[in-house]
């Protein structure tokens, strides 16, 4: 089973109509055989895409530049903040940086209740599983370390890996998530190398990021009278 399976198997299943693919000219490689009857409303974002590649497929979105952010953020803003995708396909660059911008960035514009698939999230052994790229042969990097760090602190997703295809991550985004606070996550992440941009941009949104709240609030959620006390155990001594 390969990773376009996963893909077409998902969008019959779940009777998904829209689809996007993220990839760069040496990742991805697929889209020719995702299943057009099913998914009537393909688009492909590919980035690190320099001048002229042409591989004889449609292109929707593509730009120069290493990181897909630029893009996924003109999309969504286009969308007037509403997520639109049923299914979404990611094969990144491998790196942890860009493979965790695709990760955030696809997440923002899949509508709840769609389903993400991520490419190469079970690498096989060591030897192609390095940060930095390999010229010739495998290269799956570190992509399952973001999908990983992506998910495991999301206990309330759905998601599993498939185990063929160098690993295919799946992820079913929960009904009722916010696209605005997507958006934020993808923000945050990508000032994570910058100090000052960060705190400019902690102190334009702490509310929030911190969920902020006053004293008088903090007071009229929590009556110490209803605290336990705290109980005391050799392993605190």
Same mark, same amino acid.
């Given at each position: 089973?390969?990773?376009?399976?996963?893909?077409?198997?998902?969008?019959?299943?779940?009777? @998904?109509?829209? +689809?996007?693919?993220?990839? $760069?000219?040496?990742? #991805? =490689?697929?889209?020719?055989?995702?299943? &057009?009857?099913? %998914?009537?409303?393909?688009?492909?974002?590919?980035?690190?895409?320099?001048?002229?590649?042409?591989?004889?497929?449609?292109?929707?979105?593509?730009?120069?530049?290493?990181?897909?952010?630029?893009?996924?953020?003109?999309?969504?803003?286009?969308?007037?903040?509403?997520?639109?995708?049923?299914?979404?396909?990611?094969?990144? @660059?491998?790196? +942890?940086?860009?493979?965790? $911008?695709?990760?955030? #960035? =696809?997440?923002?514009?899949?509508?709840? &209740?769609?389903? %993400?698939?991520?490419?190469?999230?079970?690498?096989?052994?060591?030897?192609?599983?390095?940060?930095?790229?390999?010229?010739?042969?495998?290269?799956?990097?570190?992509?399952?370390?973001?999908?990983?760090?992506?998910?495991?602190?999301?206990?309330?997703?759905?998601?599993?890996?498939?185990?063929?295809?160098?690993?295919?991550?799946?992820?079913?985004?929960?009904?009722?998530?916010?696209?605005?606070?997507?958006?934020?996550?993808?923000?945050?992440?990508?000032?994570?190398?910058?100090?000052?941009?960060?705190?400019?941009?902690?102190?334009?949104?702490?509310?929030?990021?911190?969920?902020?709240?006053?004293?008088?609030?903090?007071?009229?959620?929590?009556?110490?009278?209803?605290?336990?006390?705290?109980?005391?155990?050799?392993?605190?001594?």
């Amino acid at each position: 089973m390969l990773k376009t399976d996963i893909v077409n198997s998902l969008s019959k299943e779940f009777t @998904f109509r829209s +689809y996007l693919e993220i990839c $760069t000219p040496t990742t #991805g =490689a697929s889209y020719s055989t995702i299943d &057009g009857d099913q %998914l009537v409303n393909r688009q492909r974002l590919m980035y690190r895409c320099f001048e002229g590649f042409d591989d004889g497929l449609d292109c929707d979105f593509r730009t120069a530049c290493g990181s897909s952010h630029e893009l996924v953020q003109a999309i969504f803003h286009a969308r007037g903040g509403v997520p639109g995708y049923d299914i979404i396909f990611v094969d990144p @660059f491998h790196t +942890y940086e860009a493979s965790m $911008t695709d990760l955030l #960035g =696809a997440y923002c514009l899949l509508r709840p &209740g769609g389903a %993400l698939v991520v490419h190469d999230c079970c690498p096989p052994e060591a030897a192609i599983a390095v940060p930095e790229p390999i010229p010739q042969g495998s290269w799956c990097g570190v992509t399952y370390q973001a999908f990983i760090d992506f998910t495991l602190p999301r206990r309330h997703l759905h998601s599993y890996t498939v185990d063929c295809d160098f690993g295919c991550g799946v992820v079913i985004k929960p009904e009722g998530a916010s696209p605005a606070a997507d958006l934020q996550e993808l923000e945050w992440f990508l000032l994570r190398n910058n100090h000052d941009m960060r705190f400019k941009y902690f102190e334009n949104h702490r509310k929030a990021l911190l969920r902020l709240i006053d004293a008088e609030q903090f007071a009229g959620r929590v009556d110490p009278s209803r605290v336990p006390p705290a109980k005391i155990t050799e392993s605190c001594l």
